[in-house]
Nanobody
């Protein structure tokens, strides 16, 4: 069983930055692709970014537009989401997820394990 724990969320002003972390345990982290998703109140969960098991492939949602960067550190079993130039529209609960296939997927249905989420609030 894989456990995922997100951290790094908080309150930030528009234009600011946050770095989210997702620590994985209970499995072989280097075999998993990892994804970040988010869900705002009253909206469906949406894809943000994903990285393959090797780290060689990444995909981003269009709304990221170069503002966010996903990365992984297999020595720490952790995936990161660096978020810059944050906007009020980025306010949401951010979730990380693990996919045992190792391939970078944008569909949440491909991910077997999910964290509990971390709240990101961007004030105007």
């Amino acid at each position: 069983q894989v456990q995922l724990v997100e951290s790094g969320g908080g309150l930030v002003q528009a234009g600011g930055s946050l770095r989210l972390s997702c620590a994985a345990s209970g499995g072989t982290f280097s075999r998993y692709s990892m994804g970040w998703f988010r869900q705002a109140p009253g909206k469906e969960r949406e894809f943000v970014a994903t990285i393959s098991s090797s780290g060689g492939t990444t995909y981003y949602a269009a709304f990221v537009k170069g503002r966010f960067t996903i990365s992984r550190d297999s020595t720490k079993n952790t995936v990161y989401l660096q978020m810059n130039s944050l906007k009020p529209g980025d306010t949401a609960v951010y979730y990380c997820a693990a996919d045992l296939s190792g391939l970078a997927h944008i569909s949440p249905n491909q991910y077997e394990y999910w964290g509990q989420g971390t709240q990101v609030t961007v004030s105007s």
